[in-house]
Structures are given as structure tokens and as C-alpha cells.
């Protein structure tokens, strides 16, 4: 049983379902995630007893605008810092540019080794080193 108050699932609406795939099944399989449910709209991944959905609902309104109240990024544990460079190195060439450039790894602070990632439709993911540096 999970803990109590543990993160049970998280949905992100998309406007391309195929795009999306794309981006988050590549990222969620090199971090360990494997598919959980499928249909015509959409698509899920499972870590554990967590798991993401992506869908392409045909209620959603408009673009994802990180900047605006609602879901800004997901920050996820990559492992060591290798692993932070080495998914970084696979993502970018999976359909996720790099954030904050000028300031990667350390761009959440001097004690915060992390990647943070954003997709051709504005979904962020901050991929986070497990060990602080030193």
C-alpha cells in the first residue's frame, strides 16, 4: 500500500496525443516507467503506484501556458548526475529542448543538480539528481 497522501496519478491534457507520446513515453521509459492504459484519446505510465496520464481530451480549450495558475512542471528523480546528463542528452533528441541553458545543471541553485526540460508544447520536466552535490 502507498503512503497515505502519496501522489496517486497526475493528467495532463495535450493538444496532440501523438507529439506527446512521444516526448513523455521516451523520457518516462529511460527513467523506468512502463505503460499502464491506453485508448483512443490517450495514454499512461507507471512508476511504482504512481502514474502520469497524457490526453488528448476533446474538452481542452487552449494551449498549456506554464506561466498561468495550474501545473508549472513535473520534477521527477533521474538517479545520480550521470544519469541527469545522460537522460538530458537522450531528451534532447526525443523532442525536449533545454531550459536555462546558460545556467544548467545548477539552474535551481549551486546545491541542486537538475535538468529542466520543456516540450514542443510547453510541458516542463525537471529531471533531479538524487545526491546533493557536495
Not at 5 to 10: N, P, R, S
Not at 90 to 119: C, I, K, S, T
Request: hydrophobic share 45%; net charge negative.
Amino acid at each position: 500500500m502507498p503512503d497515505r497522501g502519496a501522489l496517486h496519478h497526475v493528467e495532463l491534457w495535450v493538444p496532440d496525443l501523438a507529439r506527446a507520446e512521444a516526448s513523455f513515453g521516451r523520457l518516462f521509459a529511460d527513467l523506468g516507467w512502463t505503460e499502464h492504459q491506453r485508448w483512443s484519446a490517450g495514454v499512461s505510465w507507471k512508476l511504482g503506484a504512481t502514474y502520469v496520464v497524457v490526453e488528448q481530451s476533446p474538452a481542452l480549450t487552449g494551449p498549456h501556458d506554464r506561466m498561468k495558475a495550474g501545473l508549472n512542471h513535473l520534477a521527477l528523480h533521474a538517479g545520480t548526475r550521470e544519469d541527469v546528463d545522460r537522460l538530458t542528452g537522450v531528451a534532447q533528441r526525443n523532442g525536449w529542448r533545454l531550459m536555462f541553458a546558460d545556467r544548467h545543471p545548477f539552474a535551481g541553485g549551486e546545491n541542486h543538480y537538475a535538468a529542466f526540460l520543456e516540450n514542443e508544447d510547453g510541458f516542463e520536466v525537471e529531471l533531479v539528481a538524487d545526491f546533493p552535490v557536495p
